[in-house]
């Protein structure tokens, strides 16, 4: 009796068993073929019903956001020996010398300590201490561009406006600082390109180097420097500048990268190919998953005509040597150590809008809006269809939409892997104001008066954009949503539309200051290189086809975004970050690195 029903209940248990499987691959089966649904890389609808993970991919971004943010600040010190600890636990040094000067200055400023917030630092100058401290100093020496220190007091012999906003920003914190020599980038694109094996190299050199040595050995002053050398002998670097950014950068990527391995593209005269599945490592049911790794190129060779640094940068003098070049933002792989960027110092009004920051959400219009130059390199009729900004204006223009007789000029159409509103291009014009206010032509444009495209105009574009009227900083957060595009390199008005009561939706290749401090979904919208997700961030908020829109959640990630640049993106955070830069980077310049530091709480 026993036996018989345990045998049953064994065949019915496989009978269950079975059941299930064939409900579980049914269900499997039917969300592949539902096209509607949210695409190939999306759990289908019925699997989500099924474990409760319903909703739109981007509310669960923005949960992950939240929990990232709570335990960043989870880390947050409040004591100068805290502080210390943090700094041992995450760097695997001690402190520089100066540690307690830099602390008390932090907190006289107000300043938030997280010791993640300085990650930047740690990335850009780790590499250095694999070269000889004597080299890295005549490299600095011997550059054409330089701010000084000596004796507490900051100098240069430069004109250059930018060299200028930084003496004065470095001025602000002379008196903390050891002697130094500091080579400056002046141009816009960065210029340091070591290759991916030299940076290994070093880095195996640095890691033998990082100990915390026993408190009675360390050093705690800096060396001094030998007066200022005003005419220095010549830089041995040598430059590269070829036109073709592309197979000097992917240099900085590993051997076995994507962008190492792919063919180097040279044509730019056709529709640039968008190779979505590059994007996958970041991006999750089609919205950006990993902000920092978007942001990175060697998993993304379809980027290499996507965007104009990489086809034709305005100017290109890179090297492969590993020099101390200071600059205001780069590209993952390069090698120039960050500052915050002279115009965010100088917080010029053109790029800040401080007048229009604070108008409430409610009062603005619930459309996109971008104004723009065509900037991103130097664009000519044979390759500006793989220059980013003119990639978005024109998937943004309805009437180029809407043309089904012809292949748009330079995107990907809509991915139905996105709910998009029925009638895409009216919804856009309803909802979008996006134009370029200067096309940056190469050929002098043809004469309004000879039927050209007059002023700011371009005969090769002419097809495809019109310049329009401009808008300024402080009137562009009259809109809720404000869409940021890399021009030549980071675009310079992104702090001010984190300060700003508006939403930045923000897509972007460079790496700033800041980075390490905001958390994407929390902070900003982040978006893909490709911009294929625009259609489908913006539906999200906006509302579509009857799906009332998410103005609530845009309005609180805008005004996350806000408070919080308050706290951590203020002129104070910004001498903050570089006193901490510059105590670093004195003293992995100094012969005696490796016994130098602040010990102050272990004695
Ligand atoms: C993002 O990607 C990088 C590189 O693959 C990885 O190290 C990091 O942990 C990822 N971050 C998150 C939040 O998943
Ligand atoms: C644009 O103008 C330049 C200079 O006048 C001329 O050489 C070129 O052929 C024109 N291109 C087009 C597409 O009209
Ligand atoms: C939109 O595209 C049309 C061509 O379809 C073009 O004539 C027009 O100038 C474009 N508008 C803008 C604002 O660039
Ligand atoms: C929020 C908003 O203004 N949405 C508009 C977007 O465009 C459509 C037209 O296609 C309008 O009906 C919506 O009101």
């Excluded at 550059?143 to 007091?153: A, L, Q, S, T, Y």
Aim: aromatic share 12%.
């Amino acid at each position: 009796m026993m036996g018989i029903l345990r045998r049953r209940s064994t065949v019915f248990y496989r009978y269950i068993l079975r059941a299930v499987l064939l409900i579980f691959a049914f269900y499997v089966l039917l969300g592949r073929v539902d096209p509607s649904r949210e695409g190939p890389f999306a759990l289908s609808r019925p699997w989500r019903r099924m474990f409760g993970s319903t909703g739109h991919p981007i509310d669960r971004l923005i949960k992950a956001a939240e929990k990232e943010f709570a335990s960043k600040m989870a880390k947050e010190t409040h004591t100068l020996p805290d502080a210390a600890a943090a700094y041992r636990k995450r760097r695997g040094r001690h402190p520089p010398p100066g540690f307690d000067q830099w602390y008390t200055f932090a907190m006289e400023k107000g300043g938030i300590i997280v010791e993640d917030f300085w990650d930047q630092i740690y990335h850009d100058l780790e590499p250095f201490w694999g070269l000889d401290p004597a080299n890295i100093r005549k490299d600095a020496r011997e550059f054409e561009m330089r701010i000084h220190i000596r004796d507490g007091k900051a100098s240069t012999d430069s004109d250059w406006f930018w060299t200028l906003k930084w003496l004065d920003m470095i001025q602000t914190i002379e008196h903390l600082l050891p002697d130094l020599d500091l080579a400056l980038n002046p141009m816009d694109e960065p210029r340091v390109v070591a290759s991916w094996e030299d940076i290994d190299g070093y880095m195996r050199e640095a890691a033998k180097t990082r100990t915390i040595g026993k408190a009675k050995n360390v050093v705690s002053n800096f060396g001094r420097l030998p007066p200022i050398q005003h005419e220095p002998p010549e830089s041995p670097v040598t430059w590269e500048r070829d036109r073709h950014f592309w197979p000097i950068i992917r240099r900085g990527c590993a051997p076995n990268s994507p962008a190492r391995q792919a063919a180097v593209i040279t044509d730019f005269d056709q529709i640039p190919a968008i190779a979505n599945p590059f994007s996958l490592a970041h991006m999750q049911d089609g919205y950006v998953a990993n902000y920092t790794l978007s942001t990175n190129f060697c998993h993304q060779p379809d980027l290499q005509a996507l965007e104009g640094i990489f086809v034709e940068p305005i100017s290109t003098a890179a090297t492969k040597s590993l020099i101390p070049l200071f600059g205001g933002s780069k590209l993952a792989v390069n090698n120039d150590i960050l500052l915050p960027a002279a115009m965010y110092w100088q917080g010029e009004d053109r790029f800040i809008g401080a007048e229009g920051a604070s108008i409430p959400w409610n009062a603005k219009q619930s459309m996109a809006l971008w104004r723009g130059v065509a900037t991103g390199g130097r664009n000519r009729p044979t390759n500006w269809r793989s220059f980013q900004r003119h990639r978005f204006v024109a998937m943004n223009n309805a009437s180029l939409l809407s043309d089904t007789s012809q292949p748009p000029p330079n995107f990907a159409p809509p991915s139905p892997h996105y709910q998009l509103p029925d009638r895409l291009p009216d919804w856009l014009s309803a909802n979008t104001s996006i134009g370029f206010t200067e096309m940056m032509c190469l050929y002098p444009p043809a004469k309004e008066e000879e039927g050209g495209p007059g002023r700011g105009g371009c005969n090769y574009t002419e097809p495809f954009f019109r310049v329009v009227p401009g808008v300024p900083m402080a009137d562009q957060f009259h809109y809720k949503y404000l869409p940021d595009i890399d021009g030549n390199s980071f675009s310079g008005r992104y702090l001010g539309f984190l300060q700003s009561t508006s939403l930045p939706i923000k897509a972007t290749l460079w790496r700033e200051w800041h980075d390490s401090r905001l958390v994407a979904w929390k902070h900003f919208v982040p978006m893909d290189n490709r911009f294929g997700d625009w259609y489908g961030i913006l539906a999200y908020f906006l509302g579509t086809n009857g799906t009332p829109g998410r103005d609530d959640v845009a309005e609180k990630i805008a005004m996350d975004g806000r408070e919080w640049a308050a706290k951590v993106l203020r002129k104070e955070d910004m001498q903050i970050y570089v006193l901490r830069l510059l105590l670093e980077y004195a003293r992995v310049v100094d012969e005696r690195r490796e016994v130098m530091g602040w010990v102050g709480d272990l004695l």
